[in-house]
T-cell receptor
């Protein structure tokens, strides 16, 4: 099946620094990728839709200047948390859409971010 | 707007008991897709099933079964003869092309299977 990887799996950073998380579709091309955030014991909340070659579309309430998304190729999307604060500590999960029509999203294994 | 409700936040059962997880959804789209995912403690989402709105057949896969009732907007999931390895959080989710393929997740149900 389609495989999506995320790197790093865990990251600890100091408050005020920036962190980049990579999401890669390993064996297929993904024109669309999604970024989710999951706080402890809560559900996944969609942050933004990342389309290859164009600007990301952010969900209401998500600061686009804080969560920079770049989808420079058909197999890579990156999420950069800028000037991270402890409240940004969360589990970040990406997914990649296999086909242009409605299809399954293939999820990455997630990245646990801890901001100290 | 789409909405998914999983009324049960946590269910605790003893091994070999059956457990049914409820999922109720709301959508204005006539064509939509429903999913169930399992999230074990490791955090990685595991895809279990996808069902489109035109296919109301129930499905069985091993110890898992799903009951799709369009009339009540429900897509319930049953684990038969539960095992300790079934302990996880289970999410029901909904999407449609009209929604830009964005997944709307329910709040999740934590299942704890005790030996």
């Amino acid at each position: 099946g389609a495989v999506v990887s995320q790197h790093p799996s865990r990251v600890i950073c100091k408050s005020g620094t920036s962190v980049k998380i990579e999401c890669r579709s390993l064996d297929f091309q993904a024109t669309t990728m999604f970024w989710y955030r999951q706080f402890p014991k809560q559900s996944l909340m969609l942050m933004a839709t990342s389309n290859e070659g164009s600007k990301a579309t952010y969900e209401q309430g998500v600061e686009k200047d804080k969560f920079l998304i770049n989808h420079a190729s058909l197999t890579l999307s990156t999420l950069t948390v800028t000037s991270a604060h402890p409240e940004d500590s969360s589990f970040y999960i990406c997914s990649a859409l296999l086909l242009a029509g409605v299809s399954e999203q293939y999820f990455g294994p997630g990245t646990r971010l801890t901001v100290t | 707007a789409q909405k998914v409700t999983q009324a049960q936040t946590e269910i605790s059962v003893v091994e070999k008991e059956d457990v049914t997880l409820d999922c109720v959804y709301e959508t204005r789209d006539t064509t939509y897709y429903l999913f169930w995912y399992k999230q074990p403690p490791s955090g990685e989402l595991v895809f279990l099933i996808r069902r489109n709105s035109f296919d109301e057949q129930n499905e069985i896969s091993g110890r898992y079964s799903w009951n799709f009732q369009k009339s009540t907007s429900s897509f319930n999931f049953t684990i038969t003869a539960s095992q300790v390895v079934d302990s996880a959080v289970y999410f029901c989710a909904l999407t449609s092309k009209a929604a830009g393929n964005k997944l709307t997740f329910g709040g999740g149900t934590r299942v704890l299977v005790k030996p």
